[in-house]
Nanobody, 123 residues
Framework: VQLVESGGGLAQPGGSLTLSCAAS????????MGWYRQAPGKGREFVAT????????YYADSVKGRFTISRDNAKNTLSLQMNSLKPEDTALYYC?????????????????WGQGTQVTVSS
């Protein structure tokens, strides 16, 4: 299993970024996927999850209405569109593969992780 995130960078408050995760080494369309983030000095925090087909999504309250998770099973790609960014969104963002087909926010349900991509929101 390989998960490679990209798209992080520096954004101004109120700005947007789109993260991507290229997946390989497993049947991508058979598993739910998720995004987590970790800010300096804090634990890894759930951000969003999407089921195997892309038809069901679930978000942390802190990002609901601002972030959109999506997937392209034909291209084995997971995405996270982030709008109206806030300084508190600054973190290392991780793509993760679930053990299940259905959505889950429990960190122990994710068995493979990417290396992360840094998002910094600052003026």
């Amino acid at each position: 299993v390989q998960l490679v995130e990209s798209g992080g960078g520096l954004a101004q408050p109120g700005g947007s970024l789109t993260l991507s995760c290229a997946a390989s080494g497993f049947a991508f369309s058979s598993y739910a996927m998720g995004w987590y983030r970790q800010a300096p000095g804090k634990g890894r925090e759930f951000v969003a999850t999407i089921n195997w087909s892309g038809g069901t999504t679930y978000y942390a309250d802190s990002v609901k209405g601002r972030f959109t998770i999506s997937r392209d099973n034909a291209k084995n790609t997971l995405s996270l569109q982030m709008n109206s960014l806030k300084p508190e969104d600054t973190a290392l963002y991780y793509c993760a593969k679930s053990r299940r087909t259905l959505i889950t926010r429990g960190i122990l349900e994710y068995d493979d992780w990417g290396q992360g991509t840094q998002v910094t929101v600052s003026s």
